[in-house]
């Protein structure tokens, strides 16, 4: 059974930094994209970042490219997103996934980031 199982969400203050990490099982996913999506209260749930699966190409949404960085580690089967500089309207929950790029087809159950100002 694949499951990807998120960690590092919980509360943060604004301009600060929170790690979250998504350790995936189940199956190989050394040929995977993997990524970060979040949904916010009330909004549809959004791109974030992703990796390619050798790591070497990573995409980011425009809002977050300069703030987060998506690093992932291929024997470990887990991803990362190294939030900095948090702001007000990056609090939602964060879900990770994984698949050919492009196409998420395995998500994690989501955690739950809060910015305090």
């Known amino acids: 059974q694949v499951q990807l199982v998120e960690s590092g969400g919980g509360w943060g203050r604004a301009g600060g930094s929170r790690r979250l990490s998504c350790t995936a099982s189940g199956r190989t996913f050394s040929s995977d994209a993997m990524g970060w999506f979040r949904q916010a209260p009330g909004k549809e749930r959004e791109f974030v970042a992703s990796?390619?699966?050798?790591?070497?190409?990573?995409y980011y949404a425009d809002s977050d490219q300069y703030r987060f960085t998506i690093s992932r580690n291929i024997a470990k089967n887990t991803v990362y997103l190294q939030m900095n500089s948090l702001k007000p309207e990056d609090p939602a929950v964060y879900y990770c996934?994984?698949?050919?790029?492009?196409?998420?087809?395995?998500w994690g159950q989501g955690t739950q980031v809060t910015v305090s100002s």
């Open positions: 996934a994984a698949g050919p790029p492009g196409r998420p087809k395995y």
């Open positions: 990796i390619s699966w050798s790591g070497t190409s990573t």
